[in-house]
């Protein structure tokens, strides 16, 4: 592990204007996925700024009926949080099925965004990786594939997307607000991730010394039933191999309303924009159902190892579509 200096902001402003434009530089939260990574010599930042003590951990609903929620939250905070239980349960349910609760204490929203991938080889400094090493080769085209992406690849990078908080943030709709030297700005949660390309180490839209400093999901989709399924080889504690997270409108039988997003199989949280569109308008049905998870999946690319995740992933996409309309229905029953 290599030295480098450890700089405390104590608000935005004074974060944004230590770290400066410097590529060198990094922001440290809760540090769970950068530490692992200046451990293995995979990042080398010369100075971390902590800005773990940003007063950016509220959680309020806005105005307009949406939530805005601070970068420095934690995980734990966010999923247990009434009005995200209540509103966005699928957002709580994505939050509980990653990583551990001790993890879940540390991290912090912001910092679950800029999750980096779990690919072992852009863990080990002794393998070829375009994101790691931009130019220097995949090893995973070649190499074992198994956790690998099938939706958004290119042939310089087919690494995955690790979060299941962002799978969520995809399906429900939200915008990130950025705080540069240049100001603030907001951008789309889905335009904000980008496809690996020809240059999978550009992996955000975040400019050098911007900070997030808020999510704001989207208002709730009235009526809407939600569920968030993760495929994995263990119980807990593990990455997806597939995800899926609904959430879905029913009306006397029929799909009213439909967002669906998908992890563990793209190399960015994954807005399945074909299968909410073949949903539009369908019968609350398995067959509906089915139909949009072929759809989704149409585009897929497998690789030696992991063509399993396409099979796996039309299940996961079957099932979170069948427990949202179900959950939707049973409000109606409820309210009705
Ligand atoms: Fe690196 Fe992407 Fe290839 Fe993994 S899949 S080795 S992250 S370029």
Same mark, same amino acid.
């Given at each position: 592990?290599?030295?480098?200096?450890?700089?405390?902001?104590?608000?935005?402003?004074?974060?944004?204007?230590?770290?400066?434009?410097?590529?060198?530089?990094?922001?440290?939260?809760?540090?769970?996925?950068?530490?692992?990574?200046?451990?293995?010599?995979?990042?080398?930042?010369?100075? /971390?700024?902590?800005?773990?003590?940003?007063?950016?951990?509220?959680?309020?609903?806005?105005?307009?009926?949406?939530?805005?929620?601070?970068?420095?939250?934690?995980?734990?905070?966010?999923?247990?949080?009434?009005?995200?239980?209540?509103?966005?349960?699928?957002?709580?349910?994505?939050?509980?099925?990653?990583?551990?609760?001790?993890?879940?204490?540390?991290?912090?929203?912001?910092?679950?965004?800029?999750?980096?991938?779990?690919?072992?080889?852009?863990?080990?400094?002794?393998?070829? %990786?375009?994101?790691?090493?931009?130019?220097?080769?995949?090893?995973?085209?070649?190499?074992?594939?198994?956790?690998?992406?099938? /939706?958004?690849?290119?042939?310089?990078?087919?690494?995955?997307?690790?979060?299941?908080? %962002? @799978?969520?943030?995809?399906?429900?709709?939200?915008?990130?607000?950025?705080?540069?030297?240049?100001?603030?700005?907001?951008?789309?949660?889905?335009?904000?991730?980008?496809?690996?390309?020809?240059?999978?180490?550009?992996?955000?839209?975040?400019?050098?010394?911007?900070?997030?400093?808020?999510?704001?999901?989207?208002?709730? @989709?009235?009526?809407?039933?939600?569920?968030?399924?993760?495929?994995?080889?263990?119980?807990?504690?593990?990455?997806? /191999?597939?995800?899926?997270?609904? @959430?879905?409108?029913?009306?006397?039988?029929?799909?009213?309303?439909?967002?669906?997003?998908?992890?563990?199989?793209?190399?960015?949280?994954?807005?399945?924009?074909?299968?909410?569109?073949?949903?539009?308008?369908?019968?609350?049905?398995?067959?509906?159902?089915?139909?949009?998870?072929?759809?989704?999946?149409?585009?897929?690319?497998?690789?030696?190892?992991?063509?399993?995740?396409?099979?796996?992933?039309?299940?996961?996409?079957?099932?979170?579509?069948?427990?949202?309309?179900?959950?939707?229905?049973?409000?109606?029953? @409820?309210?009705?």
């Amino acid at each position: 592990m290599r030295n480098f200096a450890l700089t405390s902001a104590p608000a935005p402003e004074r974060a944004i204007a230590a770290h400066g434009p410097r590529r060198e530089a990094s922001y440290i939260a809760g540090g769970t996925t950068l530490i692992d990574l200046i451990k293995l010599d995979v990042l080398r930042p010369h100075e /971390l700024i902590d800005v773990s003590r940003l007063a950016l951990d509220e959680v309020e609903r806005l105005a307009d009926g949406r939530l805005r929620i601070g970068a420095m939250v934690t995980n734990t905070d966010l999923a247990h949080h009434p009005l995200v239980r209540d509103s966005y349960p699928v957002l709580s349910q994505a939050i509980l099925a990653g990583a551990s609760t001790q993890i879940r204490n540390l991290a912090t929203t912001g910092g679950n965004v800029m999750q980096r991938t779990r690919c072992p080889y852009y863990r080990d400094v002794a393998a070829a %990786c375009n994101r790691r090493e931009p130019g220097s080769g995949c090893d995973a085209l070649h190499g074992i594939n198994r956790m690998h992406a099938v /939706l958004g690849v290119s042939e310089a990078c087919i690494a995955t997307h690790p979060s299941d908080m %962002c @799978v969520a943030l995809a399906a429900l709709g939200a915008s990130l607000t950025l705080q540069g030297p240049d100001g603030t700005r907001e951008i789309a949660f889905n335009d904000f991730h980008r496809l690996p390309g020809e240059h999978p180490e550009i992996e955000h839209e975040l400019a050098d010394g911007e900070l997030i400093t808020h999510v704001t999901l989207d208002t709730p @989709v009235a009526g809407a039933g939600a569920a968030y399924l993760k495929l994995r080889d263990r119980a807990s504690y593990e990455f997806a /191999l597939a995800s899926a997270a609904a @959430v879905v409108a029913v009306e006397d039988g029929v799909i009213r309303d439909v967002r669906l997003a998908l992890g563990g199989v793209a190399t960015k949280p994954w807005r399945a924009v074909e299968a909410e569109q073949a949903l539009d308008g369908q019968p609350a049905a398995i067959s509906s159902y089915e139909m949009a998870a072929e759809a989704a999946l149409q585009d897929a690319v497998p690789r030696e190892h992991n063509a399993f995740k396409i099979p796996l992933a039309r299940q996961a996409i079957v099932r979170a579509l069948r427990d949202a309309a179900t959950a939707s229905e049973a409000r109606q029953g @409820v309210q009705g």
